[in-house]
């Protein structure tokens, strides 16, 4: 057993020993059951107890399992993209060691609990000597590896299967059952700048009596992140739009309604509808074992004056593509403020008919 004593006190160490030691204590205690009741389902040194095994250790101990420097997971990625996708459902492969072989294991085990809904209790209990005829005692039904893998085809087809971050997939769900959340959080983006300033003749307040003022407009550039995250896909496709403008990397020119400041009059502001620029940025894939998700990073792209757009709608779009000819959309958006100048942005209330809780802009205020 590893215990990783050269990664000093970094909790994760921590964490993977524990993980390890599960892992262990679980094929110890497969071995003592067998030898007191006579009856071998789980196999220590087999591939059905080293998926189960492992299967333990990602759901206890995820942030080590999925960490490269401490336990290397997922581990079901050398079966699932290989081209022969072999039979170790019906028979065990005699090794804990063939990654090929408790990585089919491991994934058929997740999909007996997470796809079929089936306990790990009754998983563990109503093992027989294969895979398969723990699918048996489970389901009444026979032929495990041929329900298995036509179960994946269509949403990992053989060749055309990407590396998972997870070692569990499911549950994949159909139609309306999916789900698809879209996330947006600012951040700085820059240091804040004078935009103009003058000085104005104005009463600030209606009982306060009109004199001289001087005012500064400012800029504070900020960054918005825009994170989809999806719930029931398998490989989706995901497609971006800002006002209904389809946008990946580069510089798209939605419409939106632009503000404009009016010095004189802090308590009012010009409003008109025209095309802005703005810079996006595609930063692709950013799954984790906790789940699949993808992020839009948006700044601006005009340069001129001191203004704000509001209603901006920011939308994604998740297409799960299967082989078998099954091309469903799902749709997430909220409507973003996008500052010409400075995306400032603050929540406020829910946008009817779209995803709750909308962005409007922070409008840059005329100081007195």
């Not at 947006?184 to 209606?206: K, M």
Request: charged share 15%; proline share 5%; hydrophobic share 35%.
């Amino acid at each position: 057993m590893n215990h990783f004593n050269g990664q000093g006190a970094d909790p994760l160490a921590d964490d993977a020993v524990m993980g390890l030691f599960i892992a262990e204590i679980i094929e110890v205690l497969m071995s003592s059951h067998d030898a007191q009741t006579g009856k071998i389902t789980w196999h220590e040194n087999n591939s059905d107890g080293e998926g189960l095994s492992r299967m333990a250790v990602g759901m206890l101990h995820p942030a080590s399992c999925y960490n490269g420097t401490y336990l290397g997971g997922p581990y079901v990625n050398g079966w699932l993209q290989s081209a022969a996708r072999d039979d170790w459902i019906t028979m065990n492969e005699l090794s804990d060691t063939d990654g090929d072989s408790f990585g089919c294991s491991l994934l058929f085990l997740y999909w007996l609990q997470s796809q079929l809904g089936h306990s790990m209790t009754d998983i563990i209990t109503k093992a027989g000597a294969t895979l398969e005829a723990t699918y048996h005692m489970l389901t009444g039904q026979s032929g495990a590896y041929a329900a298995f893998t036509k179960f994946l085809a269509p949403f990992f087809p053989i060749g055309q299967t990407a590396a998972l971050k997870t070692d569990n997939p499911f549950p994949i769900l159909t139609g309306q059952q999916r789900t698809v959340h879209l996330d947006l959080e600012q951040q700085s983006n820059g240091a804040t700048s004078v935009a103009s300033q003058g000085t104005v003749h104005v009463s600030p307040f209606f009982l306060c009596p009109a004199k001289d003022y001087h005012y500064q407009i400012l800029n504070t550039p900020k960054l918005l992140r825009c994170t989809v995250s999806v719930i029931g896909f398998a490989q989706p496709v995901f497609e971006w739009t800002v006002n209904g403008i389809a946008v990946g990397s580069g510089i798209a020119h939605p419409t939106a309604t632009v503000y404009t400041d009016i010095p004189a009059d802090p308590r009012k502001q010009n409003s008109i509808n025209e095309t802005i620029a703005i810079h996006c940025s595609d930063a692709g894939d950013t799954s984790t074992y906790l789940g699949m998700s993808h992020e839009l990073d948006i700044t601006n792209g005009d340069n001129f004056g001191p203004r704000a757009t509001d209603h901006t709608s920011i939308g994604s779009r998740a297409v799960c593509i299967q082989r078998q000819g099954d091309h469903r959309e799902h749709n997430a958006a909220r409507y973003a403020g996008v500052a010409v100048r400075a995306a400032i942005l603050q929540r406020q209330g829910h946008v009817p008919g779209r995803v709750p809780s909308s962005l409007e802009p922070h409008r840059r205020r005329t100081r007195t």
